[in-house]
């Protein structure tokens, strides 16, 4: 790891002031995926803004029908929290399946969904759900906060505050890990809403990160069955392919994956 | 350059390191407590597991200074005095570890993972899944296996006989 | 504690420190005024070195030094050697390229090493050496073994012509041949065997301590076997004379073999002490480890086999390319030729069997033995055959076994090896019995019900160890010989050291050698304790690998027990005036049978040192040593049964159980054996189902990190249902066999029998990923729906 600064930052205002004055300011939340990067020499921040003590931007809350959850609230917490188990069982399953306990007692939600990693698993919950991403400059659905691969509409001195979940009637996630780094090759996450519309996207396949299957939605909405999602997959040119699965397999992962949430939810 | 302090087993710390320090490193190089092992750079092996605020976290995952203020808990400060900890005789009684690398990471993450299910709440299937961040080479995990859920049992019959 | 003798399950000596953190591994070391090196390595599999500028670097804050090849070889340093000599078919030697620790000239795999930079911290050197600028021109690379024998392939080694190492061949090809033409069936498979990387837990480590004033060097580093290293590195690379090199191996972190050689890292750390006046270490990081720790495997064969009318086995044909990677690591020939084709026979009476075996070099990190190092291809190709040809002739898998199995002892094979004793038939019946191979029908059906498929798969795997006679294996062109020695020191009150060639790094010597003492004289295991690892306490061994701690340590270590034991009964025969065999040992007790006359041991010892009434003539003291030569190898052997449940929607193949039934002769601490078990077989099934190191066609390694790399974790494997049958081994004292390498030796076949049993296809190469266990199991249904 190159040398860095690293800072702790008491409120958003001041995390907003230090990275400002930062030659290249990165902000720290778990720092799960960052500090392996950096210590890899793939990225190397002049300085690390440390926005987990920042007390607004942790814990989770009772949000109208759904629940916000501070941006640095860790895996671990969203796994383990009673309401969220109780209004969205989806998200909390999901959380508790990201990384491993230790990567979740410091992994957190800002810091994943900023990070945008094809393979993460948030980002699938986000697009379901119909999240709302709380900056400390506006609002952004998620759809329009996930912008590609590792890329999202974060300026770069914005700090995500919380995420907005709406509540949903049924919600489940189901993944398939990469045996290796246990990342989603393929993970499904179906929402269903108050109204009775579905929503499935999938996250760990796409070339350029999360996307939705409206195909898969459309069925669902008339039919919430996993037999409904059978016989739906989608294009394989569109797909990740590695040594660990082409993206021919990676498409029927999400076709099994998608049955196996609705069936779950 | 920061100092950094904490609560190290028990004991308040406090030293210079550069900001870029692990707390791995803070541990092993500026502290001399070389029970925790370093075994990957991509925070998957898990032989660096201690706990800070009693939780299990990854220390080459974490500057040393996000645990400034922090109580942390590695190997050396497990067992009470010459009292080795239940995971600690488990693993021995047992025979859970060969050549002892990945041994401090994986009680550690035993001993967290019978705090958070609660004593004699583990199954087979659970300690195997819960164990997906500590890797072990010799072992073939089947002896860890068995000697977590002995532990989680045997510290269950320590607390009723508390009550 | 307590006596804990042979067959006890003695809980484990050396686990207290481990268990509260207070191992001693290489990295814990500290020495006042260290420094740290950092290696600039080549990102290219092949290129052209035409330029180091080191400016940068040395001008970086803490940088002592930016040391490189062309100093290396100014200083004398020798080249990196292969240490056993493989004769081509014509009677050529091997064709060994040269290899440097710092590489001035032409580099040949991704990872090597051209420069070194010491500096005063860790990450001051790895700061200095991304600073160190190299330039280099790419030479085209190749990464396949069969392409890097084509016409017009890159050429690696100006010494290797067409990348062939050596041509090699055993058996009677004609006699192999004849049998074919006398078969009524013929099974023909191509088998590859994937490679390795073998990753024990701790990184490589080094620290290197030059005294200038006693012109003597003291390496401590993660080796199992550290007098080798001290012969290697004084005999070949010129770093000190003996007497002034001291290699300490601590508390070592596994090794698998990935341990044994003495890599470019260990030596310049030696060096670059002398060169920069302060002691320096290094510790390989995990992608370091991926790119230049030795990996294993790594073969294509070519396999046939050939059966009368009555299925019983004429002949077996292979043709085998293995892949030694860019240069010849220390063992490297031994383990695709001597390590291998002479385990072709398997447990089977095969009359007549011919294997050629070409080893080619590649743009890949080099590869060499690791655990079970050519036994496990060997069994791989039998034991895949075996299942095939079964299926084939429509036998029943152990049917078809049972038909061919050797029962009369010796058993001298086509291929070398002479088999001592066994019982194949006992390991096979208790694994079927206990992995109620009669109920698997039901089970399938059960399984089908829920849209699953099951397979059942056996491995009857036999292995050589206790690895071996000196003079035949140095007249197969072994560079040393591969004894053991012991000394066991009993001190004036009665406790005992043990000192022993042997390295442990995970497999419990100080436990199970103990339980020798603890046997042979009475006395409390907590009396006792096992030195080694050092080359100043140990006057010299072999080291620890090929199972044969056991077979040939332990060994040494009883026969140094028996002198020190006649001695003793000398000694107490004198003091209580009784004939010599009337002395008898007993609960830590000398007596004179038949009366009640007794001393302690801790009595005679005092009585030895005291010298004040000792036999005439005895020289005072009680300390013996001895060194064990086998006369044999041992043969342990055995049958796995594995049985797996694979989901079609994804392929993930789920192991529902696996069986092993174990002949390893007499074993001493059952608890220990059984661990040593189940690693094995978690690294055996990794390698089925999980492990496989890949290359780009450039050179590049896929799986650099714990992220590509699949290493097996706790919720990949199973618990595991073991037994040992004994049959003592005739050629050492104890009749042990070794059970090391046995799981990764056996499982694997099992494995893969099981997976293509459920799918209905043999078409299925290792390691069995998911893709490729889903698209077979689509295509079976798809042709099951036609």
């Not at chain 3, 999980?690 to 714990?706: I, K, M, R």
Request: charge should be negative; aromatic fraction near 6%.
């Amino acid at each position: 790891m190159y040398e860095t600064n690293y800072h702790r930052a008491g409120s958003i205002a001041e995390a907003a002031e230090l990275m400002a004055k930062a030659e290249d300011g990165k902000l720290l939340g778990g720092g799960q995926t960052l500090l392996p990067t950096m210590k890899q020499r793939l990225a190397a921040p002049s300085d690390l803004v440390d926005v987990t003590k920042i007390g607004e931007m942790n814990g989770i809350c009772e949000d109208g029908d759904g629940v916000a959850i501070g941006a640095a609230t860790t895996h671990a917490e969203v796994a383990a929290s009673d309401l969220v188990k109780q209004k969205i069982p989806g998200l909390a399953s999901l959380a508790g399946g990201i990384g491993d306990p230790a990567v979740r007692h410091m992994g957190t939600l800002g810091g994943s969904i900023a990070n945008n990693d094809p393979a993460a698993d948030y980002p699938a919950a986000l697009v379901a759900l119909g999240a709302i991403v709380k900056t400390n400059k506006r609002d952004l659905a998620a759809e329009e906060f996930f912008s590609g691969m590792f890329e999202t509409a974060l300026d770069e001195d914005e700090i995500v505050m919380s995420v907005r979940f709406p509540g949903a009637s049924a919600s489940a996630y189901s993944k398939y890990p990469n045996p290796a780094s246990r990342y989603a090759m393929a993970g499904v996450f179906v929402a269903k809403a108050g109204d009775g519309s579905v929503k499935v996207a999938v996250t760990g396949a796409g070339q350029d990160g999360v996307f939705r299957m409206p195909e898969m939605e459309a069925a669902l909405a008339s039919n919430f069955a996993p037999d409904a999602v059978a016989g739906i997959a989608p294009d394989a040119d569109g797909l990740l392919s590695d040594i660990h699965g082409s993206a021919a397999y990676r498409a029927n992962l999400v076709t099994v994956m998608a049955k196996r949430a609705v069936a779950a939810a | 350059m920061s100092k950094v302090s904490m609560v190290l087993n028990g004991k308040s710390v406090s030293a210079d390191a550069e900001d870029r320090t692990l707390l791995v490193s803070f541990i092993r190089e500026v502290r001399g407590l070389t029970g925790t092992h370093v075994g990957c750079d991509t925070s998957q092996c898990g032989a660096c597991v201690v706990h800070v605020d009693g939780k299990a976290v990854k220390a080459c995952t974490m500057l040393a200074a996000q645990a400034d203020g922090a109580d942390v808990v590695t190997i050396e400060g497990l067992a009470d005095g010459t009292a080795l900890h239940p995971v600690q005789a488990a693993f021995r009684e047992h025979h859970g570890l060969q050549c002892g690398f990945c041994t401090p990471g994986m009680i550690m993450s035993a001993v967290d993972m019978i705090n958070r299910h609660g004593p004699g709440n583990l199954d087979e299937k659970t300690i195997r899944h819960e164990l997906e961040g500590n890797i072990c080479r010799c072992t073939g995990y089947h002896n860890i296996v068995k000697a977590i859920k002995a532990a989680s049992d045997q510290m269950a019959g320590m607390a009723q006989a508390a009550e | 504690m307590a006596v804990e003798g042979i067959g006890a399950r003695a809980l484990r000596k050396e686990d207290k420190r481990f268990i509260t953190g207070k191992g001693k591994y290489t990295d814990d070391m500290v020495l006042p005024g260290m420094g740290f090196a950092a290696f600039v390595r080549s990102p290219h599999a092949h290129a052209r070195v035409k330029g180091i500028d080191a400016s940068a670097a040395l001008a970086m804050p803490g940088v002592d030094a930016v040391l490189t090849g062309d100093q290396l070889v100014g200083d004398g340093i020798g080249n990196i050697i292969c240490g056993w000599m493989i004769h081509s078919k014509d009677g050529s030697p091997m064709k060994m390229g040269a290899w440097r620790a710092l590489e001035p000239e032409t580099v040949r795999f991704v990872g090597q090493a051209v420069a070194v930079v010491v500096a005063d911290t860790q990450a001051q050197a790895r700061d200095a050496a991304d600073a160190v600028e190299v330039d280099y021109e790419e030479l085209p690379a190749v990464v396949d073994p069969l392409s890097a024998l084509e016409p017009g392939a890159p050429q690696l080694h100006p010494e290797a012509e067409g990348n062939l190492i050596f041509d090699w061949e055993i058996g009677d090809e004609a006699a192999t041949n004849a049998a074919f033409d006398n078969a009524s069936h013929v099974t023909r498979m191509e088998i590859s065997n994937n490679r390795l990387v073998p990753n024990p837990m701790e990184p490589r480590a080094a620290l290197a301590d030059y005294n200038d004033a006693e012109e003597h060097h003291t390496l401590y580093t993660t080796s199992q076997n550290p007098h080798v290293a001290r012969l290697v590195l004084s005999a070949f690379y010129n770093i000190a004379p003996e007497h002034k090199l001291r290699v300490i191996a601590p508390d070592v972190g596994g090794g698998f073999g990935s341990k044994i050689y003495i890599y470019p890292e260990e030596m310049v750390c030696l060096w670059a002490s002398k060169r920069v006046g302060r002691p320096v270490k290094w510790v390989s990081d995990r992608t370091e480890a991926f790119l230049t720790d030795a990996h294993g495997r790594d073969h294509r064969s070519e396999a046939e086999l050939a059966l009368d009318a009555d299925n019983k086995i004429l002949g077996f044909r292979v043709k085998t390319v293995a892949n030694l990677g860019a240069y010849m690591s220390l063992f490297s020939s031994s383990v695709p030729t001597y390590l291998y084709a002479t385990l072709l026979s398997g447990q089977y009476n095969i009359p007549a069997i011919h294997a050629n075996v070409k080893t080619v070099y590649t743009n890949t990190t080099p590869v060499d033995a690791y655990r079970g190092a050519g036994r496990p291809e060997a069994t791989y190709l039998v034991e895949r055959m075996m299942e095939t040809a079964a299926r084939e002739v429509g036998l029943s898998p152990a049917e078809f076994r049972r038909k061919n199995f050797v029962r009369s002892f010796p058993h001298q094979t086509p291929v070398i090896m002479c088999y001592d004793a066994g019982d194949y038939d006992v390991t096979l019946d208790a694994a079927m019995k206990t992995a109620d191979y009669d109920g698997f029908p039901a089970r399938k059906a059960e399984a089908a019900s829920r849209g699953k498929l099951r397979g059942i798969g056996l491995s009857c795997y036999i292995e050589a160890c206790g690895i071996a006679p000196s003079a035949a294996v140095g007249s197969l062109g072994a560079g040393v010989g591969l004894w053991e020695s012991a000394e066991v020191r009993v001190n004036p009150v009665g406790t005992v050291e043990v000192l022993t060639g042997s390295h442990s790094h995970g497999q419990g010597h100080e436990t199970t050698f103990a339980q020798l003492i603890s046997e042979r004289f009475g006395l409390d295991t907590d009396a006792v304790s096992i030195v080694h690892g050092d080359t100043d306490k140990v006057q010299f061994g072999m080291g620890t690998y090929g199972s044969r701690s056991g077979a040939v340590g332990m060994s040494a270590i009883v026969k140094a027990l028996d002198k020190v034991e006649s001695k003793a009964k000398k000694i107490a025969a004198h003091l209580m005036e009784a004939a010599e065999g009337d002395i008898q040992i007993e609960g830590g007790e000398l007596k004179v049978a038949g009366t009640d006359k007794k001393l302690t041991f801790t009595e005679v010892a005092l009585a030895a040192y005291t010298a004040h009434n000792l036999p005439e003539g005895m020289e005072p003291g009680l300390k013996e040593g001895a060194f064990y030569d086998p006369t044999n190898f041992t043969f342990p052997a055995g049958t796995y049964v594995c049985e797996v449940e694979i989901d079609p929607e994804t392929g993930k193949t789920e192991i529902i159980n696996f069986v092993a039934a174990d002949d390893f002769g007499k074993v001493i601490n059952p608890m220990i054996v059984e661990g040593q078990v189940h690693g094995g077989l978690v690294q055996g099934i990794g390698q089925a189902l999980l492990e496989n190191a890949a290359y780009d066609e450039t050179g590049q390694l896929l799986t650099a990190s714990y992220m590509d790399y699949t290493m097996p974790r706790a919720d990949d494997v199973p618990s595991f249902s073991l037994s040992t049958h004994e049959t003592l081994c005739p050629g050492n004292p104890l009749g042990m066999k070794g059970c090391g390498e046995a799981g990764a030796i056996g499982s694997p076949p099992a494995v893969i029998n099981a997976i293509t049993d459920a799918l209905g296809s043999n078409d299925l190469t290792m390691p069995a990923s998911p893709e490729k266990v889903w698209a077979l199991a689509q295509s079976g249904m798809k042709q099951a729906a036609e």
